[in-house]
């Protein structure tokens, strides 16, 4: 009997070949994730060529991931992936309490940035834009304040460039860490952020212009929350005057995490926002 190696009998030929030392978890991901392939070429036909374009486009996003720029989760979050493995993972449930939104970390994230005593600012270099304070207070879920959480606090400059994808910015400018006060409170001064296109320059780029879509995401500062012994919270909140609020690049906006950016009496202030977090 002839062998067919197009249809689901070459499948399961490929998802067997799986050995013994295989763990319950591997067999499952990856048996699924050969079953998707395949159906997935079926289903388009797809050529050695049209195959071979897609080989050097995966080729491509290893080539120009560095310290400045990760393509491959630039290219995830093209696709929605990120925002979809990110609230998978942080599904909300049950009655007792609120946990803040979550929102997927980006491509820029780096750790390490300096620690600043509360009412500081990241702004280390004039680079233009309007001063914003941003202040709160990190609860858990039930409402009681927590002390000692650290807040790592990261955003564009106004020309669209986070610190280390810009030559002019000094180091960890626009970054910081701060930690809650007895009471839970924390407050820095920063930007208000400006919204900005994600580099399109590189294969994340060619897959916008293949879809026929914009390259920008509404103005954000992006945030990380740890405290030992509880969990980890990674978000961002989002200029309600933005346009781009209801059409982000990389479908990362919550309704919970738009904020209004208010007039500050205190001109060192300017722009005043709130933002209050609760987790576990
Ligand atoms: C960003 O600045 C960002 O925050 C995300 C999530 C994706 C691309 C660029
Ligand atoms: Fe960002």
């Known amino acids: 009997m002839e062998q067919s ?82 609230s998978l993972t942080n599904q909300i449930g049950g009655a007792a309490g609120q946990s803040t939104e979550t929102a997927i ?34 609860t858990d879920k039930q409402g009681k304040p927590l002390a000692g959480v650290e807040l790592e606090v990261w955003h564009t400059a106004p020309n669209g460039l986070y610190e280390q994808q810009d030559p002019d910015q000094p180091e960890y400018n626009l970054r910081g860490t701060f930690t809650t006060d007895e009471n839970g409170k924390y407050d820095y001064i920063c930007l208000r952020p400006t919204s900005y296109p994600i580099p399109y320059d590189g294969p994340a780029g060619d897959l916008l212009r293949l879809m026929d ?8 500062i992006h945030w990380r929350v740890t405290k030992q012994g509880y ?35 205190d001109e060192a202030k300017k722009r005043n926002v709130q933002f209050e977090l609760a987790y576990d």
């Open 213 to 220: 879509r914009h390259p920008n995401r509404p103005s954000h």
């Open 231 to 265: 969990h980890s919270l990674i978000t961002q909140i989002y200029d309600s005057r933005d346009d781009y609020v209801t059409n982000d690049a990389v479908f990362a906006v919550k309704d919970g995490l738009v904020v209004e950016f208010t007039d500050a009496s």
């Open 105 to 138: 970390i980006g491509p820029f994230y780096r750790s390490g940035s300096p620690r600043y005593p509360n009412g500081a600012s990241i702004i280390q270099k004039d680079v233009g834009g309007e001063l914003a304070w941003v202040h709160g207070r990190v």
């Open 5 to 86: 190696f197009t249809d689901q009998s070459f499948t399961d030929l490929v998802i067997g070949a799986m050995g013994p030392k295989t763990t319950p978890k591997m067999r499952r991901i990856l048996g699924s994730l050969i079953q998707h392939i395949h159906d997935f070429t079926r289903e388009n036909h797809i050529t050695v060529d049209e195959w071979l374009a897609g080989v050097e486009f995966i080729n491509r996003i290893g080539q120009i991931s560095d310290d400045k720029r990760d393509e491959g989760i630039l290219v995830s979050d093209v696709f929605g992936l990120e925002s979809l493995v990110d």
